[in-house]
């Protein structure tokens, strides 16, 4: 586990302590050391594993769980091959299969009971999983996952020429039914290193409220949370003009 995955494991550690209402010095005297070794620890985002696994102990986790946490909704970007996203994009059920086992963490037997699927079915989704190379079938029904990190969409890839307009007609309704929805349309005039600056300011905000969602992952039974997509288009010409001719 690299720097930027201790990191997480600590943003992780620092978010159950917020929730619980747990301060450094709690933390200091449920280890047996002084509230400054616990601030430090935390500032350098390190500390011995003997220490790591007392600090868990204290929070009542295990450090597998931990670093497993911080392992699956680090910042590493997964870009599915073309093969792998045409065949999501032509059967969306093995996407959606994918999707509750890898992000959710449902075993395949739990899927099996939430879908109703019989043996049959549910050897053909694992089966599937492992011809793409997504996955690696073992005993017992169960799946080990080959790839990781939070999945991105080619742009215009398979997945997205097939399904956007959907997508967008989902987005439109749910804008307008929804109160808790935010919408923004707007014009301007920019040049490409502008439009360029735009983007990336956009991905920032985004990577910034991924990362929060994540340190969350651990408690987020305890949390008010609920599901949230969005889309966002910087495309040229006024297109509140061209839609009303």
């Not at 399904?163 to 989902?170: G, Q, V, Y």
């Amino acid at each position: 586990m690299g720097p930027d995955n201790l990191t997480n494991v600590f943003a992780v550690l620092k978010q159950v302590m917020k929730r619980r209402g747990l301060t450094y010095r709690d933390l200091a005297e449920s280890v047996g050391t002084s509230e400054g070794a616990v601030k430090n620890m935390f500032l350098r985002s390190t500390c011995a594993l003997e220490r790591l696994v007392e600090v868990c102990g204290a929070l009542g986790l295990s450090v597998s769980e931990v670093f497993k946490t911080a392992e699956a909704h680090s910042s590493e970007i997964l870009v599915l091959s073309e093969e792998q996203e045409q065949h999501f994009a032509d059967h969306p059920d093995v996407f959606r299969f994918f999707r509750l086992c890898f992000y959710e963490e449902l075993s395949p037997r739990a899927v099996k009971r939430k879908w109703k699927l019989d043996d049959r079915a549910l050897e053909r989704y694992l089966k599937t999983l492992e011809e793409l190379g997504l996955a690696e079938r073992h005993p017992g029904q169960r799946l080990v996952f080959l790839v990781r990190g939070k999945l991105r969409w080619r742009p215009r890839g398979p997945w997205m020429k097939r399904h956007l307009a959907a997508i967008n007609e989902l987005a439109a309704e749910r804008v307008l039914a929804e109160a808790q929805s935010y919408y923004s349309l707007g014009f301007s005039t920019l040049t490409l290193d502008q439009r360029h600056g735009f983007a990336t300011e956009v991905e920032g905000v985004v990577r910034k409220y991924q990362d929060i969602a994540a340190r969350d992952y651990l408690v987020r039974d305890s949390l008010d949370q609920h599901p949230f997509s969005w889309t966002f288009a910087l495309v040229s010409g006024d297109i509140c003009v061209e839609a009303a001719r």
